[in-house]
């Protein structure tokens, strides 16, 4: 079962249980919720403690400038035609609420706990970003998401509690899909510069191995949100303010750099006014500055060229990287999971005739769903913590839908490939895998893997 029969299968599943709680008030009202979240785009929630770049991740990842929302506690951000906003009462109707652009943000006119603002983005068309508060419950969170970015400084036992959450002893639930640990403050190993940032990264693949957070994670990746916003949004004046400041041999600039007050000290570099290097340190912080002058002195010449390369040493570029293979294309997959989370609750606490056989089918369609075996397999691979040859690793990431999940892009082959061609290897690669599955010389990790591998292949085979 793979994407598409999982989630027919779970829709079909919902709409039985709709029929079953219908006038039910408490869980006929949050099944139709689900089921209508269940068609909509995926939905991403940035969740950590305060003062972890929540906010500046997200207009990073959208590439603009709008969070955090002034008057709002936790915001969904979703895509529109223009700017709108509504508040969402914890009792009754949702509102439209009058919302302006601020520096730094938008403002509503009325607080409100929850909000939602539509916004014209291409990112948002796929993934609904949701803005939580500081001291938003990871309950809540979880709850209101398919899947989240977990912010913090360092992974201490508050994370892990956040993760523990998420992963229940049964059910959908227990498998452990749907995070991604975000190490943010990146910029702040070796002052910012590219060795400081390689070391942050060193430390996020060190992190992703071990097996108490393995466990309860898909990744862990290093993040600087200040800098990656900035390198998304960089403006042609900051560009050549920077590439100004590059230009001031540096033994002259140096000294400058050591620290905040020497940088927007009145008498520093006079060759860029003192309220641009102001403006520069609040988007950029000092270790961004820093990385971007070294950028700029080594081959940046242009704007969209340092805005590229401060994307990369950011870790923006490999978050948006783990986003697009775990989760984007994991979609059905993820939307399943919640779904059936809801579901999994309900028929648990708010038992009624039917439920039991409900439940016993939603068993049964978990047991069977490989596509979460695949996504922990696919996690796995990526990080490391699962290890087969170079060119086995390769093949074993392709087949489980690494490189795209349609049978063409799993098989390696082009778009115009027969259904002969796909059966052919699908087939091969089938014969393959059992062989791969059953060698003496294997770890039984290595087994198990090429055992998930194998029957990627025999249902691509069955889907034929």
């Known amino acids: 079962m793979i994407g598409e029969e999982l989630e027919r299968r779970t829709h079909d599943l919902l709409l039985q249980a709709v029929q079953v709680y219908r006038g039910h008030p408490h869980a006929g009202a949050r099944l139709r919720q689900t089921v209508d979240r269940f068609t909509g785009p995926l939905r991403l929630a940035v969740a950590g403690t305060g003062r972890t770049g929540k906010s500046t991740l997200v207009n990073a990842l959208v590439g603009e ?42 403002r509503l006119d009325t607080a409100a706990p929850r909000a939602v603002v539509h916004w014209p983005s291409r990112v948002l068309r796929r993934t609904e970003l949701i803005d939580t508060g500081p001291h938003t419950p990871p309950a809540q969170v979880l709850a209101e998401a398919d899947a989240v970015l977990l912010l913090t400084p360092r992974i201490g036992e508050p994370d892990l509690d956040f993760l523990r959450a998420g992963r229940g002893l049964r059910g959908p639930s ?11 403050k990146a910029d702040t190993h070796g002052d910012g510069l590219p060795d400081g940032l390689l070391e942050a990264r060193r430390i996020a693949r060190r992190r992703r191995r071990e097996p108490l957070i393995a466990g309860l994670c898909q990744d862990v990746v290093a993040v600087s949100p200040l800098i990656g916003h900035a390198a998304r949004t ?52 000092l270790g961004g500055i820093r990385l971007a002058l070294a950028l700029v002195r080594t081959g940046s010449a242009t704007s969209a060229a340092l805005a590229e390369r401060l994307q990369e040493y950011s870790g923006l570029k490999d978050l948006q990287s783990s986003v697009a293979d775990l989760f984007t294309a994991r979609k059905a997959a993820l939307k399943a999971r919640s779904a059936l989370t809801v579901l999994d609750h309900l028929l648990r606490t708010e038992r009624v005739p039917p439920s039991g056989h409900l439940l016993a089918e939603l068993e049964l369609l978990v047991a069977g769903a490989h596509d979460f075996a695949e996504l922990r397999l696919l996690s796995a691979l990526r990080s490391g913590r699962v290890a087969l040859p170079a060119e086995t690793a390769k093949e074993a990431l392709r087949l489980v839908g690494g490189a795209g999940t349609s049978l063409g892009e799993r098989l390696g082959l082009p778009t115009e490939a027969t259904v002969d061609d796909i059966w052919a290897v699908a087939e091969d690669s089938a014969v393959r895998w059992r062989r791969e599955a059953a060698l003496g010389e294997r770890s039984p990790a290595q087994r198990r893997a090429a055992a998930v591998v194998l029957r990627s292949c025999e249902a691509m085979l069955a889907g034929t």
Request: hydrophobic share 45%.
């Open 234 to 285: 960089l403006r042609d004046d900051e560009f050549r303010a920077l590439a100004t400041i590059a230009g001031v041999p540096r033994t002259e600039s140096d000294p400058f750099l050591l620290s905040t007050d020497r940088f927007t000290a009145a008498a520093a570099l006079p060759v860029v006014d003192a309220r641009v290097r102001l403006d520069l340190l609040r988007r950029f912080g």
């Open 65 to 106: 400038d709008v969070a955090p929302v002034e008057q709002a506690e936790v915001v969904t951000y979703r895509d529109g035609t223009e700017l709108r906003a509504w508040s969402l009462p914890e009792h009754g109707r949702p509102y439209e609420v009058p919302v302006v652009r601020v520096p730094g943000g938008l």
């Open 174 to 184: 227990a498998f452990p899909v749907h995070a991604i640990v975000v190490l943010t």
